[in-house]
């Protein structure tokens, strides 16, 4: 079994929207786009991980 490759999707700036990102902060979420500068700055400077399963350990 072989896979066709996928087009590329190509968008002209026109066609484009604004993704907005919402965050959880004291229990609740919020859009990023209704903080206070500081905290907009601060939003952008996190550092985020995946944790990955420990191998050989049981489910």
């Known amino acids: 079994m072989t896979t066709q490759p996928q087009p590329t999707i190509t968008l002209q700036p026109h066609e484009r929207t604004r993704c907005e990102c919402w965050t959880r902060v004291m229990g609740y979420h919020r859009p990023v ?4 500068a500081g905290k907009q700055a601060e939003h952008r400077e996190r550092l985020y991980f995946r944790n990955q399963p420990l191998t050989g350990a049981p489910a």
């Open 33 to 36: 786009s209704a903080f206070n």
